[in-house]
């Protein structure tokens, strides 16, 4: 069983950065970040195949968001930039083997953490 706990969330001003960081207890065919705005529906961020380094971006994020490995690959980052408001939100790591219609989509992941808070002021 994959455990998986990410970590960093925080306040920060529009236009500021943040790093959020995902740590998993086993290496996964690849690891995903997961936002949920308040009322609104999770939906993916950004998600990296650790073997390969590959990576894929929700449209809205690409331009600012970077997830990124360590060298061991136990441990996946997110990168934000220019944060907005709309990026407030609680963020997700999940780990997933068994793609369901895109990597980006929530029902390719079986293993989620608990989440970490994001704020974005104006």
């Known amino acids: 069983q994959v455990h998986v706990a990410e970590c960093g969330g925080a306040s920060v001003q529009a236009g500021g950065s943040l790093r959020l960081s995902c740590v998993t207890s086993a290496h996964t065919r690849y690891m995903g970040w997961f936002r949920q705005a308040p009322g609104k529906e999770r939906e993916g961020a950004a998600v990296i195949f650790p073997a390969r380094n590959l990576t894929q971006y929700a449209y809205d994020v690409k331009e600012r968001f970077t997830i990124s490995q360590d060298n061991t690959g136990n441990t996946v980052y997110l990168q934000l930039n220019n944060a907005k408001p709309e990026d407030t939100a609680i963020y997700y790591c999940?780990?997933?083997?068994?793609?369901?219609?895109?990597?980006?989509?929530?029902?390719?992941?079986?293993?989620w953490g608990q989440g970490t808070q994001v704020t974005v002021s104006s």
């Open positions: 999940a780990a997933g083997s068994v793609i369901w219609m895109t990597p980006l989509h929530r029902e390719s992941y079986d293993t």
